[in-house]
T-cell receptor, first 109, second 114 residues
């Protein structure tokens, strides 16, 4: 069965430190992977998707099919990065989507 | 643009009472989703509409939950009767088309069943 695992419920780092939010998935075909973010008192919104291969707000994520991972990385965390981050997996041409349980990132001053 | 609109934002009811949630998606978005989000969990799909057709309702508990999307625009999700375990945030999202597209989420409705 398809599954998305985010092993860390909470990740706390200091401002300026590198950050990596882990995401592992289970899917035997060609997945589409996304990172969604929810800032305090805001709605859930797309941060980035693997097919775009772009950097958003300094974040990047590389799809590693061998390790079935899609970890989110940023070299220098900022306080405004503090939020809830959800990894999502889509398949069947995008018609099916499941979300991980989320990781709360807290960036300390 | 207002984005996806949901109402009410908060609802408190007693168990066994009915409750309804309303969603207005972004104009022109054909695909509409209802998700359930329990505390400490990610969103879980309840039902997906393509225009007015419910194309994926496999996770919708049909004994007490129902949904409709008349005219392929607004949608209503209903629970009757509500149970204590239904306390959660109900999210509505829409996308231009389902295939590989970004989903735009509403603010959610927080339901508390006493």
């Amino acid at each position: 069965a398809q599954r998305v695992t985010q092993p860390e419920k909470l990740l706390s780092v200091f401002k300026g430190a590198p950050v990596e939010l882990k995401c592992n998935y289970s899917y035997s075909g060609s997945p589409e992977l996304f990172w969604y973010v929810q800032y305090s008192r805001q709605r859930l919104q797309l941060l980035l998707r693997h097919i775009s291969r772009e950097s958003i707000k300094g974040f990047t994520a590389d799809l590693n099919k061998g390790e079935t991972s899609f970890h989110l990385k940023k070299p220098f965390a900022q306080e405004e990065d503090s939020a809830m981050y959800y990894c999502a997996l889509s398949w069947s041409g995008g018609f099916k989507t499941i979300f991980g349980a989320g990781t709360r990132l807290f960036v300390k001053a | 643009e207002a984005g996806v609109v949901q109402s009410p934002r908060y609802k408190i009811i007693e168990k066994k009472q009915p409750v309804a949630f309303w969603c207005n998606p972004i104009s022109g978005h054909n695909t509409l989703y209802w998700y359930l989000q329990n505390l400490g969990q990610g969103p879980e799909l309840l039902i997906r509409y393509e225009n007015e057709e419910a194309v994926d309702d496999s996770q919708l508990p049909k004994d007490r939950f129902s949904a409709e999307r008349l005219k392929g625009v607004d949608s209503t999700l209903k629970i009757q009767p509500a149970e204590l375990g239904d306390s959660a945030v109900y999210l509505c999202a829409s996308s231009l088309v389902a295939r590989g597209n970004e989903q735009f989420f509403g603010p959610g409705t927080r339901l508390t069943v006493l």
